[in-house]
């Protein structure tokens, strides 16, 4: 199989993060594309329409994606338990915030990259920064336990979400009122998946 990835998308991280903690990383080539909101790319469109990665090309069956398909379907491969039938509904709540946060995140990195300067939105920023905001509000005051719980695919995508902000918004000091999401996701941090799969420009 191939993953259509890159070294700084959040959303590819959790692909490689997961193909790491379940043991399929031999059966996976990362294949790094470029491709931007404004640059898609064409090998990218051939296999998905909207271009995005993490796309996921089996010889065996059609393209995958998006991020929570291919994780999904790589946990079923390997029957590795990210998924735990009696937390399903609060894991993928988990998951869910994880993505929001990311999206949040994201979308402030391609106001700040790809829009000209003139036309760039502050408060529209700031907006975007208030959702994540409350989403890591959320994490610190809600959410701990399950964190701190057996590994699961929730805590992968959150974790990605915060290394993500770090990389991008780190003038943001998301850890301040955020002690305990914090020292989480320091430990956290130091797996060997996370470790394999830091972003670089
Ligand atoms: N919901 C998707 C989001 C994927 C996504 O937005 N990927 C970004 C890179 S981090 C991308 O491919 N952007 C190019 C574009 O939007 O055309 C997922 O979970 O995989």
């Known amino acids: 199989m191939k993953l ?3 070294p700084t998308s959040p959303f590819a991280r959790m692909v490689q993060v997961v193909l790491l903690e379940t043991g399929l990383q031999d059966d996976v080539e990362i294949v790094p594309v470029a491709t931007s909101a404004l640059s898609s790319n064409p090998d990218l469109i051939a296999v998905n329409p909207v271009g995005r990665i993490p796309t996921l090309v089996r010889p065996d069956g059609p393209a995958m994606f998006d991020s929570r398909v291919i994780c999904r379907f790589l946990d079923a491969r390997a029957k590795s338990g990210l998924y735990p039938d009696s937390r399903i509904w609060e894991v993928l709540t988990l998951e869910a915030l ?5 999206e949040s995140a994201l979308a402030m990195a391609y106001e700040r990259k790809l829009r000209p300067a003139e036309i760039r939105w502050d408060l529209w920023m700031d907006k975007q920064w208030e959702k994540a905001a409350r989403g890591l509000g959320s994490l610190e005051t809600r959410w701990m336990s399950h964190l701190n719980g057996p590994l699961n695919i929730g805590q992968i995508v959150v ?3 915060l290394s993500y902000i770090d990389f991008r918004h780190g003038d943001r000091g998301w850890r301040r009122g955020h002690e305990s999401l914090a020292a989480w996701h320091a430990e956290f941090e130091a797996r060997p998946s996370m470790q394999t799969t830091r972003p670089a420009e």
């Open 159 to 161: 974790a990605c979400s």
């Open 98 to 102: 994880g993505h929001g946060i990311t």
């Open 4 to 6: 259509y990835s890159s």
